[in-house]
């Protein structure tokens, strides 16, 4: 299974910005999918879920209400879209396919993710 990131970029506070992440060689519309975020020196932090049907998605508390995750099982794609981005947005942000379907609050958890794409930096000027 591979996984595809693609989309960031640099954009200056308060604009929009939507990552993609392209799945092959599995089964797409079976998997959890995550997004994750990373900075040197910080631990790697959960952006945002949503299960195989799309029905159910999760947030992190720092992106609640300003992104928003969503898939295209038709397409082998999960998207990422980022408002009102701000500074402490910049990271490498990686997305993630998982085979099982954790409960709501455990989406958060890398341990329920199997595969990991590249990371694609987004990077947000003041």
């Known amino acids: 299974v591979q996984l595809q990131a693609s989309g960031g970029g640099l954009v200056q506070a308060g604009d929009s910005l939507t990552l993609s992440c392209v799945v092959s060689?599995?089964?797409?519309?079976?998997?959890?999918m995550g997004w994750f975020r990373h900075n040197p020196g910080n631990d790697r932090e959960f952006v945002a879920g949503i299960r195989y049907t799309g029905g159910t998605t999760n947030y992190g508390s720092s992106v609640r209400g300003r992104f928003k995750i969503s898939r295209d099982n038709r397409k082998n794609t999960v998207y990422l879209q980022m408002n009102r981005l701000k500074p402490e947005d910049t990271a490498a942000y990686y997305c993630a396919a998982g085979r099982g379907n954790p409960v709501m609050s455990a989406m958060n958890l890398e341990r329920f993710y199997d595969y990991w794409g590249q990371g694609t930096q987004v990077t947000v000027s003041s």
């Open positions: 060689g599995g089964t797409f519309s079976t998997y959890l």
